[in-house]
């Protein structure tokens, strides 16, 4: 490869002229910004243990009181990005949530898309846009762009979850931020409830306003169901996944992450290609080994790791008796789109 100019081979002066008028040569950064072959991701594969951070997101109870924090969330953050930055990935933000009983996180819409994936405690729920949604262990509740949503919990046990938002992506953008509202009325009508049954959709022959996002809430009942169907259904299937989609479109639930959930069989090893687009991994049953590059995870019950793009790997579930379940959220669907997406 050809070996390009450095930018102190220019005299300080003509660099000085540069800057004086905001021009930058490109040659001595082009390396950096094109490199060969493939990406030099900053995304590193990062894994948080639940067990370590509960203790840490419980004392945050104690220490912060809901009305100082409006959202009670420790971030996971990638230290290849720098910790301060807040994110796990280019696109993917992590956070994991504590409510505590009784205690109300108010109303408020913001640009960037965000999904919930319940990881523990009952009598929580969330409602986005009038739709009241409750939070039950594995349900995937959506909170699209721009829909009003606040978080309630009538339970006595703290309730946490991770939320998965697009942050990084849409503040990158310049386009990230929020509206305070007031507490919703809850309207009837319960998403989960119209499309609880795979491929039949409301006509709309008398339709009034169509919504964009008609299925918020996901039960975890109904996503295990389908994956124990399928691992029924075809003994011979590889990788037991089923796509988070919009049942109006079929199209991907939210616009730029993807969400999935995976089963792996008893014993079972599955290796993904490497794929463009980063991604996270959330066990919601069972225990997973998870080799990322040369890097190898031990993953139990509601632990959560993430992955850079472009990078092989491959998960394990060791148990001999008991299948394991994963929630899986990517960049796919923005990859797509920006016409990046390829597998190696
Ligand atoms: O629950 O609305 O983790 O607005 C970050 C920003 C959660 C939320 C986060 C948010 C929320």
Known sequence: MLELGRLEDLPQDYRDALSAQNLVPLWPSLRAVLPPGQPRPNTRATAWSYQGLRPLLLQAGELTPIEKAERRVLVLANPGHGLEK????????????????????????????????????????????GEKCPMSRG?????????????GHDGSEPVVWLDVLDLPLVHYMEASYHIDGSRQTVQPGRGDRVHAHGGLLPTPMF????????????????????????????????????????????????????FYALMLRPGQTLQLPARSPASVFHVIEGGLQAQIGDQAFALAE???CCAPGYTPITLRNASPDAAAFVFIADESPLHRKLGVYETR
């Not at 349900?139 to 978080?151: A, K, N, V």
């Open 86 to 129: 807040m994110q796990a990935s280019a696109a993917i933000y992590l956070g994991m949530q504590l409510l505590l009983p009784g205690e109300w996180a108010p109303s408020h819409r913001h640009t960037p898309n965000a999904v919930r994936m319940i990881v523990e405690g009952e009598g929580a729920y969330t409602t986005v846009d």
């Open 139 to 151: 349900d995937l509740i959506l909170t699209p762009t721009g829909l009003w949503h606040e978080h």
């Open 207 to 258: 339709e009034g306003a169509r919504k964009a996002y008609p299925m918020l809430r996901y039960p975890w009942v109904e996503a295990r169901a389908a994956l124990l169907a399928l691992a029924e259904d075809q003994p011979a299937l590889d990788a037991v996944q089923l796509r988070y989609s919009n049942p109006a479109t079929g199209g991907d639930a939210l616009n730029i992450l993807g």
């Open 302 to 304: 509601a632990d959560t």
